[in-house]
């Protein structure tokens, strides 16, 4: 029994040998490459098929994309030396170092490293007051500051100073 299709492109009616199916051939109007179907199968079953879920679609990428976050994170993930050694055995350059680092984390938007970092400057209230105020008092900022907008970063100041008590 002879398949009949349509071209793709000139949208004519072809008629191909049954043998012909599953292979590709050329329009014999417009030259076009067409595939022929393979010819139906009598003892073959229909497949039923349903639509896709938008919802359950969206759900799944946004499931990915956490996923693929979290495994970004632990990836970029580093173990430090302990907050209390660490801390301790700074002078005032190095800590000053830590605040300016904990500033430019709130700046660039990194929260959680900023937390972190203010989690461990938060004990040494007194070292870190001196340093807080002094960088609110410059004309100023630290270089590695510069582009942060003056109000932005008086603003982390105050709240850290805040923080503190």
């Known amino acids: 029994m002879p ?15 049954d043998n012909a199916g599953g292979k590709w051939g050329k329009c014999p109007f417009c030259n076009h490459r067409c595939y022929i179907p393979l010819p139906p199968d009598e003892n073959e079953e229909e497949l039923t098929l349903s639509p896709v879920d938008e919802t359950e679609e969206v759900r799944y990428r946004r499931m990915m994309q956490e996923t693929y976050n979290i495994t ?16 301790k055995n700074m002078n005032e350059k190095e800590f000053t170092a830590q605040i300016i680092k904990y500033l430019r984390l709130m700046a660039d938007g990194s929260l959680d490293e900023a937390h972190n970092l203010a989690e461990r400057i938060v004990p040494y209230k007194s070292q870190a007051k001196a340093i807080f105020e002094k960088l609110l008092k410059a004309k100023k900022p630290e270089p590695e500051l510069q582009d942060v907008p003056k109000k932005v970063l008086d603003g982390f100041i105050k709240n850290m100073l805040t923080r503190i008590g």
Do not use: G, Q, R, Y
């Open 72 to 87: 970004e994170s632990l990836l970029h993930e580093t173990e430090e030396p302990s907050d209390a050694e660490t801390f």
């Open 3 to 17: 398949i009949t299709l349509h071209c793709e492109s000139c949208k004519k009616k072809i008629v191909a040998p």
